[in-house]
């Protein structure tokens, strides 16, 4: 299996700029996590879909950061408008049935400047 | 809300020495996972303990959970310098939710 998929791997952009992020799960597993880990905060979940559905979103900043799963096999983590702030490594995950073992994806590592 | 703590958050050890990394998290639960991330590399699963009194090994490396005490440990043993990375432990704080440690840096020096 090719593991978790993400794209781009690093993504630098002004602020204000649209960003997408983009990832492809293990074939199979049913839940999707997108995480944000920076030196300050650590890592946090932002988002969980289960059978494509957004569970939980508790932890996405703020309106100008949307996650979506149109199908079993794609997501996407969109920022509109980017801030400095933004700056950070965003993972993506998946796992068979949510409370299963978390494989995480290569990360994209978006600069804002 | 489920707290994680992990310590140390750096470890500078010589080649050959044993030491332990010890994670307490604040309220219930008996599933932890521990996992590894290299420098700009993603997150590698390790291990995952599912139980009081679970323990686990892979070659230098054995975790260890007791629920009771809200605690697991990552034993090194004679430490070489390929396991140089940063660990971390996650909790489960539902049912899929994982709270992550700060992480710990370990530096394994020749």
């Known amino acids: 299996d090719a593991g978790v998929i993400q794209s781009p791997r690093h993504e630098v952009t002004e602020m204000g700029q649209e960003v997408t992020l983009r990832c492809k799960p293990i074939?199979?597993?049913?839940?999707l996590f997108w995480y944000r880990q920076t030196m300050m905060r650590g890592l946090e979940l932002l988002i969980y879909?289960?059978?494509?559905?957004?569970?939980?979103d508790s932890g996405m900043p703020e309106d100008r950061f949307s996650a979506k799963m149109p199908n079993a096999s794609f997501s996407t983590l969109k920022i509109q408008p980017s801030e400095p702030r933004d700056s950070a490594v965003y993972f993506c995950?998946?796992?068979?049935?949510?409370?299963?073992?978390?494989?995480f994806g290569p990360g994209t590592r978006l600069t804002v400047t | 809300e489920l707290k994680v703590e992990q310590n140390p958050l750096f470890l500078s050890m010589q080649e050959g020495k044993n030491y332990t990394i010890y994670c307490n998290y604040s309220?219930?639960?008996?599933?932890l996972y521990w996992y590894r991330q290299d420098p700009g590399k993603s997150l590698e699963s390790l291990f995952v303990?599912?139980?009081?009194?679970a323990v686990k090994q892979e070659g230098r490396l054995m975790a260890s959970l007791d629920t009771k005490a809200r605690l697991s440990t990552l034993h090194i043993t004679a430490a070489v310098h390929d396991l140089s990375a940063t660990y971390f432990c996650?909790?489960?704080?539902?049912?899929?939710?994982?709270?992550f440690g700060s992480g710990t840096r370990l530096l394994v020096r020749p």
């Open positions: 074939s199979g597993h049913n839940s």
């Open positions: 995950a998946s796992s068979f049935q949510g409370y299963y073992e978390q494989y």
């Open positions: 879909f289960n059978n494509n559905v957004p569970i939980d």
């Open positions: 996650a909790v489960d704080s539902s049912s899929y939710k994982l709270i």
């Open positions: 309220t219930t639960s008996d599933r």
């Open positions: 303990l599912l139980s009081n009194g």
